[in-house]
């Protein structure tokens, strides 16, 4: 893996990948695009970014040599880094993305996301933000400090990368032949996002919401809003607002079902406690039995499973239109839980079904390459924990 630290270039051209309708007009007009012409010339880039994939203006065939020029003079086509790939046993794949530098003092944003093929979608999980300004104690990405939002552009770049992978553009192949069949028969490899890689999106929300914008377009990257899950740990002002700006689908990060172990596992809890969080919930714009929020439960051995916890959370969920996600805890280096036993797991799972919820158990994908839930954390973090540990060592 290539660990050079990026460079930033002040005079390094932009890249338009990214981009909302707003900001490729305002990059023609700074090339003197004159204004009566801008909607049109957005619209020609807008297909030829979004729908066609291009990474050259010379694809873009009806637009003028003269433009095409010019704007390759002034801007790029370009795409983030992809630092590593890893392929998981189960089909999952795990694309660890530098960004360019922001500033001087920006070496490379970097971030991971993860593309899980099932037979009947593909689900990218994509990042808000590097790093996490929140300490969940079960959540590897959670140990990691934040280091900056991701712009609208960085949040929409991870799934062109994700497509240009995955050979998911017109006429495009993948660049390897492994033989994975990405998704069921007429379903694009990525057809649904998730909002649950690094970060909390509601702590970003202006760019997460312009971000959906643009992945929701239907001239471009065209994904249905109801195919969009943004997950929080519970920013309580921010889910209305989310509910009204973007009409995504909300999941909510719970894992316990009172306060006082919900502020040990989801420290935002002391904040935003459960009865504000839950009602924040019942009034969410458009929830309904057919738009239900997903409430995301992390199985934790002797922590959060007994049948009274799946009583008392069927209890606290009444009256919300919701489904409720069984996640087991997924191990990583130094982790102070276990997963729940699957006895364990099936009689609460029992339990929460027959009081009328759906309750799925999330089948781990990515173990291996800790790609799971609540592994993520950026491989180049991991790398100089170890260095420096082996200097710890030395010492």
């Known amino acids: 893996m290539n660990e050079s630290p990026s460079i930033f270039d002040p005079h390094a051209r932009p890249s338009l990948v990214g981009k909302t309708r707003a900001q ?34 010379d694809a873009m065939l009806n637009v003028s040599k003269v433009l095409r020029a010019k704007l390759a003079e002034h801007y790029t086509l370009g795409r983030p880094q992809v630092v590593a790939a890893q392929l998981s046993q189960d ?36 990042s808000s933000q590097v790093g996490c ?10 140990t990691q400090k934040l280091v900056r939002n991701l712009s609208a552009q960085e949040i929409v770049q991870q799934l062109v990368v994700a497509r240009d992978m995955l050979g998911d553009y017109p006429g ?28 909390e999106p509601l702590y970003n929300f202006d760019e997460v919401n312009d971000a959906i914008g643009v992945l929701t377009d239907g001239e ?17 002002p921010q889910i209305a607002p989310l509910g009204e700006a973007s009409g995504t689908m909300l999941a909510i990060s719970l894992h316990a079902t009172n306060d006082e172990l919900r502020n040990k596992l989801v420290p935002l809890n002391k904040k935003y406690p459960l009865r504000d969080l839950l009602e924040a919930c019942r009034t969410y714009p458009g929830a309904s039995n057919s738009r ?19 009583r008392e959370l069927v209890r606290m969920l009444k009256g919300i239109p919701a489904k409720i996600n069984l996640i087991p805890f997924n191990p990583w280096p130094g982790a102070q839980y276990e997963c729940s036993d699957w006895e364990t797991i099936e009689t609460f799972s029992d339990i929460v ?14 173990r291996d390459i800790l790609a799971a839930c609540g592994q993520l954390k950026s491989e180049t973090e991991k790398l100089r924990a170890r260095a420096r540990l082996a200097l710890d060592d030395e010492a």
Request: aromatic letters at 8%; a positive charge.
């Open 24 to 57: 490729l007009a305002e990059a023609l007009g700074a090339i003197g695009v004159p204004e009566r012409e801008q909607r049109m010339r957005v619209g020609q880039l807008w297909h030829w970014i979004y729908f066609q994939g291009a990474t050259s203006f």
């Open 91 to 126: 089909g999952t794949r795990k694309w660890l993305i530098r960004m360019p530098p922001v500033d001087a003092q920006d070496k490379g944003a970097e971030i991971e996301c993860v593309y899980i093929p099932e037979s009947d979608r593909g689900t990218l999980c994509i």
């Open 353 to 366: 079904f027959n009081a009328g919820y759906a309750s799925p158990v999330r089948t781990p994908r990515g």
């Open 292 to 310: 239900r929020i997903t409430f995301e439960y992390v199985m934790l051995k002797g922590v959060n499973d007994s049948p009274t916890d799946a």
């Open 133 to 142: 300004t929140l300490t969940c104690t079960f959540c590897h990405t959670g």
């Open 172 to 199: 495009r192949t993948r660049p390897d032949d492994d033989g994975l069949i990405p998704a069921g028969e007429g379903v694009r490899p990525v057809s649904n996002i998730v909002f649950m890689g690094m970060g």
């Open 220 to 236: 471009g990257l065209s994904l249905s809003k109801r195919r969009i899950t943004v997950s929080t740990s519970g920013v309580v």
